[in-house]
């Protein structure tokens, strides 16, 4: 099985965005978890979802926790090609296909739904993008 570590592309400005509920976000990749995710998550009833990141995850992200996974790479959340916990699913999954920093746009090139030849509004993914985004900052 393969896992996604990163599929994303700088852009100079943000691309349209519809869903094809294809679920390809919630396969074979770390989906990380901050602590407010893991909270929001908790306070909706779920329990045993979330592992600690890698060493490298964790100085990649940020995030203290990512999402557990399934024998055959899917989220643990993922029935069919529907999320159970989409009301409160990580800012991770909020944010995709996208990451916004105050002077960068990354997109997933894995992505059926982003719309290459639309333009976007970065502001809606400009919040929970903050945290990743400062990792990212030094990387670019």
């Known amino acids: ?6 599929d994303y592309v700088k852009v100079e400005k943000m691309p349209g965005f519809a869903c094809t509920l294809c679920g390809e976000c919630c396969r074979n990749r770390v989906i990380v978890l901050y602590e407010e995710d893991v909270r929001r ?13 890698t060493d490298l995850e964790r100085e990649l992200t940020g995030a203290p926790y990512k999402m557990k996974m399934k024998e055959d ?8 090609n529907r999320c159970v916990a989409y009301e409160h699913r990580p800012d991770t999954c909020r944010r995709y296909p996208f990451i916004v920093g105050d002077d960068f746009i990354l997109v997933s090139l894995s992505c059926p739904g982003v719309k ?3 333009e976007g509004n970065p502001e809606p993914y400009r919040k929970i993008s ?4 400062e990792r990212i900052r030094g990387l670019l």
Request: aromatic residues 14%; contains cysteine; proline residues 3%.
């Open 73 to 80: 790479g899917s989220c643990i959340f993922l029935e069919g």
């Open 130 to 133: 903050e945290r990743i985004a």
């Open 116 to 118: 290459w030849d639309e």
């Open 1 to 6: 099985m393969e896992v996604v570590v990163s």
């Open 41 to 53: 998550l908790e306070g909706a009833g779920y329990r045993d979802f979330y592992e600690p990141t």
